[in-house]
């Protein structure tokens, strides 16, 4: 659930051009939910978002709608989520909380459980937040963590708005909240020593305009099933791996075009498709100070991944964990 804004201010946001794309993308969504029928409720949710974007609310409403009434798994799940925060967004108050109401708040997984507390948060309704964040950490309130406390933070990002809207009732702090502050320690210890050591951590990604291209010159390093259309999300899932790998929350990351990496391998007489030459462009590129970015983002700040959605909503949701 985002934070509240009604549709008439995301018009007014947003450019003719960028809904007009936002109106391709959609369609084309929705014609490969039809040619990927094992993926269609995660594609259709892409869909129902872009149709927002594109100042087409009703269509996408009807697509929550749709899943929510087809699918029997958790897409159904983000359905419901999505549909209660865009009729926020619409000032459809009472159908909104209607829905809010009819969830079963005992089967609903975290990660829709926390869009909703995040997005009640942002709507300064923080009693009900805290229920719901409450849910959404709920296997943690039981004791059942099997990872550090600091990455936790990366990986269960309900942790710190539970204790954020805690803090705001003027809560005092309880077992799980001290373990929030742990983890914040130990994390602000781990990248003090990254910087000391010199060790980069980092990445790159092509940009969206060059990702057909990318691909078509076998210059994507990925996972033998990972194609244009999972480009992102699986790019989002390795930095979590590495994340989780090397104790490190906070990465750069370079946004890459093709001609770039081959006027670099060009220049050094070196293989653009080599994985080794790819990394040392990384390496250079960062070294002459290249535009990069913070990887993660903040989860209300747009996607890094350039989708005009925000981060909590595009490769940040829960779905891609």
């Not at 749709?66 to 159908?95: C, K, M, N, Q, W």
């Not at 250079?284 to 209300?300: S, V």
Request: charged fraction near 30%.
């Amino acid at each position: 659930m985002r934070p509240l804004l009604y549709v008439g201010a995301m018009m007014a946001s947003t450019s003719p051009k960028d809904r007009q794309k936002a109106r391709r993308h959609a369609e084309e969504y929705e014609r490969d939910a039809v040619a990927y029928p094992d993926e269609r409720g995660e594609i259709l949710l892409e869909a129902a978002a872009q149709w927002a974007i594109a100042g087409d609310p009703e269509r996408a409403l009807r697509i929550y709608e749709d899943l929510i009434a087809t699918d029997p798994g958790e897409d159904a799940d983000y359905a419901a989520v999505e549909r209660i925060s865009l009729l926020f967004d619409l000032g459809r108050t009472d159908e909104a909380d209607a829905a809010l109401a009819g969830l079963d708040r005992a089967r609903l997984p975290s990660g829709p459980a926390a869009l909703i507390a995040e997005g009640l948060e942002a709507l300064g309704r923080l009693e009900e937040a805290l229920t719901w964040f409450n849910i959404a950490c709920r296997d943690l309130l039981a004791g059942d963590a099997e990872e550090p406390a600091d990455l936790l933070l990366f990986t269960r990002p309900e942790l710190q708005g539970r204790q954020r809207v805690r803090r705001a009732l003027g809560l005092p702090s309880d077992p799980v909240d001290l373990s929030v502050d742990e983890g914040e320690d130990r994390l602000t210890d781990t990248l003090d020593q990254v910087a000391s050591s010199g060790r980069p951590y980092a990445g790159s990604f092509f940009v969206r305009s060059d990702i057909a291209r990318a691909f078509a010159e076998g210059l994507v390093h990925a996972a033998p099933d990972t194609d244009e259309s999972t480009y992102y999300s699986d790019v989002e899932r390795g930095w979590r791996a590495s994340a989780e790998e090397i104790g490190a929350a906070k990465f750069r990351v370079l946004p890459t075009t093709v001609d770039d990496l081959l006027r670099y391998a060009d220049e050094q007489g070196r293989d653009p498709g080599d994985e080794q030459t790819r990394a040392d462009h990384l390496r250079d590129r960062l070294d002459e100070n290249a535009p990069a970015l913070d990887w993660p983002p903040e989860r209300n700040a747009p996607c890094w991944c350039g989708s005009a959605r925000k981060y909590k909503k595009c490769c940040g949701s829960p779905a891609n964990r």
